[in-house]
């Protein structure tokens, strides 16, 4: 996998843009800056947002042509983020530390995706948020972007269990129209969610 998204990264510009995704932003805009995480956080769009309204970032992600990008994107708006090229599976978060954690279409199998969601959690400070959007099971087939096998797809079920510790506030599959570079384009169907530990 680690081959296919630095390939992916090599190809193409900014794959998924350069604009923070849209849900990404109306997230964060509501939230007071503080420490913020992003695991699989690509090329940087939601990080160099974030870091422009003045959160001190984190990204993590396993792609090193990705971390290129994202720091050059960094550059060009004057800001900083911490970028961490780590697989998720072995990545060690502290704990207790960050104010908000968002998974923007961070499509992993189901089993690791659980160990991801519980690391991610426990990396929030009490009273942190986190929030996320990823394509739904529902997606499968469409040609808007995504996972072509389910195991890379999720249910609404299967968030809230893995939220199950947390107090989650909005939880919920929609469709909606995709524009964000190459890569998603279209309508897609898709899960986003937003708890508070
Ligand atoms: C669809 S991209 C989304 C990127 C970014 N969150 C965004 O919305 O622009 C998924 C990202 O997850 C990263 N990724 C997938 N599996 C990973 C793993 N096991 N460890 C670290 N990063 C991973 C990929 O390198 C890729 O950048």
Redesign the pocket.
């Known amino acids: 996998?680690?081959e296919?998204?630095?390939q992916?990264?090599s190809l193409y510009d900014y794959?998924?843009?350069i604009k923070p995704?849209k849900f990404?932003k109306s997230q964060i805009d509501r939230l007071s800056p503080g420490k913020l995480i992003?695991?699989?956080?690509?090329?940087?769009?939601?990080a160099v947002y974030a870091a422009k309204r003045g959160w001190e970032v984190t990204a993590?992600?396993?792609?090193v042509k990705?971390q290129v990008k994202a720091n050059r994107l960094a550059v060009d708006h004057n800001v900083e983020i911490n970028y961490i090229v780590?697989?998720?599976?072995n990545?060690v978060l502290p704990e207790e530390t960050y104010n908000a954690a968002?998974?923007?279409?961070?499509?992993?199998d189901s089993q690791?995706f659980e160990t991801?969601i519980d690391k991610v959690i426990k990396s929030l400070k009490d009273g942190g948020t986190f929030f996320m959007?990823c394509y739904s099971e529902k997606q499968l087939g469409r040609r808007s972007?995504?996972p072509k096998s389910l195991n890379r797809l999720y249910s609404i079920t299967q968030i809230q269990n893995l939220l199950d510790n947390m107090n989650i506030s909005y939880l919920q599959e929609e469709e909606i129209m995709l524009q964000?570079?190459e890569?998603?384009q279209g309508k897609a169907m898709v899960i986003r969610g937003v708890a508070t530990r």
Do not use: C, K, T
Not at 38 to 46: C, D, K, S
Not at 60 to 63: A, G, I, W
Not at 86 to 89: I, T, V
Not at 102 to 108: D, R, S
């Open positions: 996998m680690q296919f998204w630095n992916r990264y794959g998924y843009g995704n990404f992003l695991p699989g956080e690509g090329e940087g769009r939601n993590v992600d396993f792609s990705a780590d697989n998720l599976e990545a968002a998974l923007i279409y961070v499509q992993l690791l991801v959007e972007g995504g964000e570079g890569f998603h």
